[in-house]
């Protein structure tokens, strides 16, 4: 899905934090990785192409739809059935296993509908993934990285036409890291869908069609920014 955000302004309450991107653009099936200090707003931007937060000003287009000026409930269903996101701290639901963590899309909205083809998907998710046998286990009964693992795979099953990361491999060793990103890649190829990334890993940059460092997004209050540079 293309994306194109237009003279974005998004600030926290109460804490001096500003985001201003005046323009940036990712074409559909594109692969764009966001880099840059911890407070920069990655994250941040990553939750405004996702419609979790919504701007104060500028717009947000993800395949040709506005979400700065949809309402809550519209950005939610639209997030649903087009955006998969893996949260930086996983967002994994304790009371449910493995399969219906994964699953959870699914049952929290009627956008989506559970179907053989769905179900089919998660199998072939948790097994590329190394978590197939564990499907039927508690969260609590996990390590960090087999929780980081159930947090893609219940980003990916969907089957979205955006992908959106937020430091999807921070606690895997290399040869895990390695693994994750090319998961989200394939995935992504075979949907053709897009993926933004936001990594603290330069080592990972080298599949991506454009990387951007972050540290021209966060501004003072009121001050005037830069636009959105590239990384070098």
């Not at 996702?50 to 997030?79: C, D, K, M, W, Y």
């Not at 699914?106 to 956008?111: D, E, K, N, Q, V």
């Not at 997004?217 to 920014?225: C, D, E, I, Y």
């Amino acid at each position: 899905m293309e994306i194109l955000v237009d003279q974005l302004r998004f600030a926290y309450p109460r804490d001096g934090f500003v985001l201003r991107v005046d323009r940036l653009g990712m074409p559909a099936g594109g692969r764009l990785a966001l880099v840059g200090p911890s407070g920069s707003g990655k994250s941040t931007l990553l939750r405004l192409l996702a419609g979790i937060h919504r701007p104060q000003s500028g717009t947000v287009r993800v395949g040709g739809t506005n979400l700065a000026a949809l309402g809550e409930g519209a950005r939610r269903a639209f997030r649903i059935r087009h955006t998969g996101f893996v949260f930086q701290d996983f967002q994994l639901v304790d009371s449910l296993n493995v399969r219906q963590n994964i699953r959870l899309p699914y049952r929290i909205h009627p956008a989506l509908r559970w179907d053989r083809a769905a179900a089919t998907r998660l199998q072939a998710l948790a097994e590329s993934c190394g978590i197939a046998d564990k499907l039927g286990r508690p969260i609590d009964r996990l390590s960090q990285g087999e929780r980081q693992r159930v947090a893609i795979c219940r980003a990916l099953v969907t089957a979205p036409g955006l992908i959106l990361a937020d430091e999807p491999t921070g606690n895997l060793d290399p040869a895990g890291k390695r693994a994750v990103l090319e998961l989200l890649l394939c995935e992504a190829d075979k949907a053709g869908a897009g993926l933004v990334l936001v990594t603290h890993d330069r080592q990972l940059l080298e599949p991506f069609d454009r990387v951007i460092d972050a540290a021209g997004f966060h501004q003072a209050a009121a001050a005037p920014g830069p636009g959105v540079p590239d990384a070098t």
